[in-house]
Every structure is written in C-alpha cells, then in structure tokens.
C-alpha cells in the first residue's frame, strides 16, 4: 500500500543525482507501532531521484507520529550540502507542525 502512495506523489527527476548524497527525512506515523523504515523508502526513490540507493552516504532520520495523515517529508542533495539538507528537513517540519498546532 505504501509503495502505490509513494508512486503516485513522489516526482521522477529529468536528470537523477549521481554523486554521493545526503538525505534527512522525517517518518509520521499513523501509530506509535511503526512498519515502516527509511530503508523502504530508499528503495522507492532509486530510480526515480537517484540511481542507486548506494550513493546515500549520510543519513538523519527523525520519527513522528501523525494519526490522521502519516506521511514522510524527504530532503535530498549532494554530501558535501549535509547540514544543509537537516536543516531545510528541520526546518519544513517546524513550520508544518507549527501550521498543524494553528488549526
């Protein structure tokens, strides 16, 4: 189920990252017994962002939890941007919660 609601929302880019790269992602949960890992979600952007999955060479990942809209925010580029890309996760997650908290 996952797989097809990635499919349908994540964008192929016209030209995939072929350096090593550096992702942050933050993983939202419908429940706190989580199926699911930033090693799936690696696989669904090969091909699609980058060519290989291999080419990640610096990860952060945060879990949160998100009972109506689980969901997974993804920050990618090339390793030597690291800080760059946990900080635009971090601060994209600020502002969405922060926009939830204001409902």
Not at 30 to 47: A, F, H, M, V, Y
Not at 48 to 75: A, M, Q, T, Y
Not at 92 to 103: H, K, S
Request: contains cysteine; proline residues 2%; glycine residues 2%.
């Amino acid at each position: 189920m996952y797989t097809k609601a990635f499919d349908l929302q994540c964008l192929s880019r016209k030209e995939m990252f072929e350096e090593d790269l550096s992702i942050a992602i933050k993983i939202y949960y419908k429940t706190r017994r989580p199926d699911l890992d930033e090693s799936l979600i690696l696989d669904l952007l090969q091909g699609k962002v980058f060519k290989n999955d291999r080419s990640i060479k610096s990860k952060f990942v945060e879990h949160g939890l998100d009972k109506e809209h689980p969901h997974s925010v993804i920050v990618i580029s090339s390793l030597d941007n690291k800080d760059l890309v946990r900080n635009t996760l971090l601060t994209l997650v600020e502002e969405r919660e922060g926009i939830q908290c204001n409902r």
